[in-house]
């Protein structure tokens, strides 16, 4: 699904040069669960965000289910992102003026999608995220755990294969916490890769598979025997 070869990444200002990447090599396969952990400042949201197609690399090849993103111009890497690419953010970065329904709605309109379809699959997404009876709420009516559980239900509801999540537990106490990467767990039994940048050794165990990062370089990486199936599975 993914290949990186060679990738770096520079900032540049008039004073300093920064290789927040250097020379990443890289391969994930679909239906896996990667967690990428390592100390601030490292460079792991800036490799999310070029997984993501959000940030271009200074050098190196990107391959993202046999397309090289590389050289690609915005519209065509908007086009790749949609329907393709789920994000999760540590902030949840819901529309305040929208509803849960409508929030989770939105990726569906950019899509084109007819109404009758949308509806149909904004509800059976929130069935799955068990958040059916808040589909009128807004955001600022919800608890954190419920508010990342609609932004995880608008990041699946494209069925996305891809699903990048920066944090997600971050502003969520222990119990949500747990629930989200849970959630997580269960969306990627049923074949959706996913990705997380964590700092949580808890998060990160949820992962088949470990990348370490140091000063911009893989340092390390470890494989996780995790159970994939346990009774917490029904969430979803």
């Known amino acids: 699904m993914i290949k990186i070869e060679n990738l770096s990444m520079l900032f540049a200002t008039d004073e300093v040069q920064t290789k927040a990447l250097n020379n990443i090599n890289l391969e994930i396969k679909q239906g896996e669960f990667v967690a990428i952990m390592g100390p601030s400042g490292c460079g792991k949201s800036t490799l999310l965000n070029i997984l993501g197609t959000l940030d271009t690399p200074t050098s190196g090849s990107y391959s993202f289910n046999g397309y090289r993103v590389e050289g690609m111009n915005e519209k065509q890497l908007t086009a790749l992102r949609k329907g393709n690419i789920g994000f999760i953010f540590q902030s949840f970065n819901l529309i305040d003026e929208l509803t849960v329904y409508e929030n989770v709605e939105l990726p569906l309109i950019y899509l084109h999608v007819k109404p009758a379809e949308r509806k149909r699959r904004v509800m059976e997404v929130l069935d799955k995220v068990s958040l059916t009876h808040r589909a009128g709420h807004l955001p600022q009516q919800l608890s954190g755990g419920q508010q990342q559980r609609v932004a995880i239900a608008r990041a699946v509801v494209t069925n996305a294969p891809l699903l990048l999540a920066d944090e997600p537990t971050g502003n969520l106490d222990s119990t949500n916490g747990m629930e989200v990467m849970e959630l997580l767990r269960t969306l990627n039994n049923r074949g959706t890769t996913v990705v997380i940048v964590t700092h949580s050794q808890r998060d990160a165990m949820y992962a088949h598979r470990i ?22 599975s029904e969430m979803l």
């Open 211 to 232: 990348i370490r990062l140091l000063d911009g370089k893989i340092i390390a990486e470890n494989f996780n025997h995790r159970p994939d199936t346990d009774d917490k």
